[in-house]
């Protein structure tokens, strides 16, 4: 089975801040990767799929890049709402899913 | 409206069975797969696996099988998961979310919002 590793697992960041969460996969994946924003109580919010895909209503400063087995989630000015937690998924065409184990992105 | 309407929170014995389920609106509840996560309190997503609502067939993750049921009442655009001899460590947020098409890449925009199910004593 593929595993999926996110790096940091916590990270504090102050509003305006560039901030960079890294998801690796212990196989190549080509670019079946999905990003998730979940805030608490919530349920996931899906940001970007394809890898670099941003979907419908996500707001641009949220990007995608990677492909095979590293792949990076950039959020290139913090701000206030996106506070929360973030995890990559993997994809394919079998519809079975893997998600990473999950990035906390709190206030410094 | 399109969404996904999960059922209320439970709270069970050790040893009982619950059933979750999640009913589908705004959209051809048979056009998309439905899949099932779960989130442990504080913990991340664990995805348990999908069903086809077109033929029923399931299809579980590791450590989803035999206690593990997904089903479907097509007429009324409901799935189902069904868990037996409940545990405590059972205790978690069930999610269901709508598989995409390969357009979206087989990811999930569309998720109920959860449903909290305790087991304890």
């Known amino acids: 089975d593929i595993q999926l590793t996110q790096s940091p697992s916590f990270l504090s960041a102050s509003v305006g801040d560039r901030v960079t969460i890294t998801c690796r996969a212990s196989?190549?994946?080509?670019?079946?990767l999905a990003w998730y924003q979940q805030k608490p109580g919530k349920a996931p919010k899906l940001l970007i799929y394809a890898a670099s895909t941003l979907q419908s209503g996500v707001p641009s400063r949220f990007s995608g890049s990677g492909s095979g087995t590293e792949f990076t989630l950039t959020i290139s000015s913090l701000q206030p709402e996106d506070f929360a937690t973030y995890y990559c998924?993997?994809?394919?065409?079998?519809?079975?899913?893997?998600f990473g184990q999950g990035t906390k992105v709190e206030i410094k | 409206q399109v969404q996904l309407v999960q059922s209320g929170s439970e709270l069970k014995k050790p040893g009982a069975s619950v059933k979750v389920s999640c009913k589908a609106s705004g959209y051809t509840f048979t056009s998309y797969a439905m899949n099932w996560v779960r989130q442990a309190p504080g913990q991340g997503l664990e995805w348990m696996g999908w069903?086809?609502?077109?033929?029923?067939?399931?299809t579980y993750a590791q450590g989803f099988t035999g206690r593990f049921v997904f089903s479907l009442d097509t007429s009324v655009s409901t799935a189902y998961l069904q868990i037996s001899s409940l545990k405590a460590e059972d205790t978690a947020v069930y999610y269901c979310?709508?598989?995409?098409?390969?357009?979206?890449?087989?990811?999930?925009?569309?998720w109920g919002q959860g449903t909290m199910v305790t087991v304890s004593s």
């Open positions: 196989q190549g994946i080509s670019s079946y």
């Open positions: 998924q993997q994809l394919n065409s079998y519809r079975t899913w893997t």
């Open positions: 979310a709508r598989g995409e098409d390969v357009l979206l890449w087989f990811s999930s925009l569309l």
């Open positions: 069903i086809n609502t077109n033929t029923g067939n399931p």
